[in-house]
């Protein structure tokens, strides 16, 4: 279970967020979204969330110079890494396990399902990975999340190799309205929200972010009771 709210763009409500105690934030430095943060900004940020909640550094196709430098300067604790061809590889970041203590592969899902993860799983041996767990979102040409366009659950229900593949975590247009049911339907590890919580791009609505993180900590729990109890 692990609920991520991404798209912080103020330190005070950063800080206001922090104390609705989800597991992780999440700060945009892609220069296109609305949800964009400077260098300065982000540090701001996360310094007001303190270590205790989880920063994530949301790139596409950075350089490894902007990464390594990004991580250092903004005092984050994750990263999650978009591309437009699918093929990216955190393993090729040179981000070891230590230095990060969580890093997400982005991936957006529309009619040709999973098949692009599966081509690049096929791709990687295992201990090539380096990904700690895999982000699905919906596919909308040109963009890397944020559009509040609902991913396919049934497709990533059925067809989502939860044992060979790392945790899934689902995006895509959550808002507190439907999580629950999302979590029933795909069944993944962790969820992640931006525009579904917010009066204005970058700019949160407590109340939602509140009711979002009880509505999904109670679906994780209802999910939870409802698995078999492993064998002695």
Not at 197 to 215: H, M, N, Q, T, Y
């Amino acid at each position: 279970m692990w609920i991520k709210i991404c798209g912080l763009t103020d330190p005070g409500q950063a800080r206001a967020i922090a104390t609705l105690r989800p597991d992780a934030v999440g700060l945009n430095f892609y220069p296109k979204s609305p949800r964009f943060v400077s260098m300065s900004a982000a540090r701001n940020i996360s310094d007001a969330i303190g270590p205790q909640i989880e920063r994530i550094g949301v790139f596409v196709e950075p350089s490894f110079e902007e990464l390594r430098g990004t991580v250092a300067e903004c005092g984050l604790s994750g990263v999650q890494i978009h591309s437009a061809d699918e093929q990216h590889a955190l393993a090729e970041m040179g981000l070891a396990p230590g230095r990060v203590t969580r890093r997400i592969c982005g991936f957006q899902v529309g009619a040709a399902g999973l098949s692009h993860l599966k081509n690049y799983v096929k791709q990687h041996k295992l201990g090539e990975w380096g990904a700690d767990a895999c982000l699905a979102d919906a596919m909308v040409q040109g963009m890397f999340g944020g559009t509040g366009k609902i991913a396919p659950w049934q497709l990533l229900g059925d067809e989502y190799q939860r044992d060979e593949w790392p945790p899934l975590i689902l995006a895509g247009g959550l808002r507190p309205e439907n999580v629950a049911e999302g979590i029933a339907t795909v069944r993944p590890w962790g969820v992640d929200v931006a525009s579904g919580v917010e009066s204005s791009p970058g700019i949160k609505d407590l109340e939602r972010v509140a009711r979002f993180i009880l509505e999904a900590r109670r679906a994780f729990a209802e999910l939870e009771r409802g698995r078999p109890s492993p064998v002695a």
